[in-house]
């Protein structure tokens, strides 16, 4: 598995996919965890890549920080 991979997951007992976009090492367990964003076909959309800024990772992390995805 990889960045940018699309994966399903069941969640509140339905599949749903997802995009992995980081992975780290949880500390106390040493397990592999990936960082994952949920797809909704309703937000899915073509734009061009001009439009486009990139973020960094420690950015992207403060981004999810609350999210009830991570642990």
Same mark, same amino acid.
């Given at each position: ?25 949880? #500390?106390?367990?040493? +397990?592999?965890? /990936?960082? *994952?964003?949920?797809? @909704?076909?309703?937000?899915?959309? #073509?734009?061009?890549? +001009?439009?486009? /800024?990139? *973020?960094?990772?420690? @950015? ?12």
């Amino acid at each position: 598995m990889k960045i940018g991979d699309i994966v399903t997951r069941k969640v509140a007992g339905e599949e749903a996919q997802f995009c992995v976009i980081g992975f780290y090492t949880d #500390q106390q367990t040493n +397990q592999r965890v /990936a960082i *994952v964003a949920m797809l @909704d076909p309703n937000f899915v959309v #073509q734009v061009s890549v +001009q439009e486009l /800024a990139p *973020v960094t990772f420690k @950015d992207l992390i403060a981004l999810t920080a609350n999210s009830f995805f991570m642990h």
